[in-house]
């Protein structure tokens, strides 16, 4: 499954698997992917959710706002520690990404995941 991010004079084809997180970047959202490529997309984090939303349906799902600047994919969580206000995303092989994120977002990211069982 594939998102798609048009512009004028650009055209990024995305496999939503290999999608890390989402950071805000001003009116831009980066995308860091599994192979650690970065893609800017001209789009404000709360319109990157709204289009991924529409896209993809029930399986946005996975994807989780954290904060004011991250959407992070559920399934690369590794770790979360609240105290050095550091998530840690990871496919456990190839890559591992520290984000650091505020100690409120984290404890909130914490109870949802042991509560759902995410």
Request: proline fraction near 0%.
């Amino acid at each position: 499954m594939y998102v798609f991010f048009n512009s004028r004079d650009e055209l990024q084809r995305i496999e939503v698997s290999k999608i890390v997180y989402f950071e805000a970047n001003g009116n831009y959202t980066d995308i860091v992917m599994v192979n650690k490529l970065r893609a800017s997309i001209c789009m404000n984090l709360g319109e990157m959710e709204k289009a991924i939303a529409a896209q993809i349906g029930d399986d946005a799902k996975i994807f989780m706002r954290i904060g004011k600047r991250f959407i992070i994919n559920m399934r690369y969580v590794y770790s979360i520690n609240v105290l050095k206000q550091q998530l840690v995303l990871s496919d456990y092989d190839h890559f591992a990404f520290q984000v650091s994120i505020s100690k409120e977002a984290l404890r909130k990211m914490k109870d949802l995941m042991l509560t759902a069982r995410i």
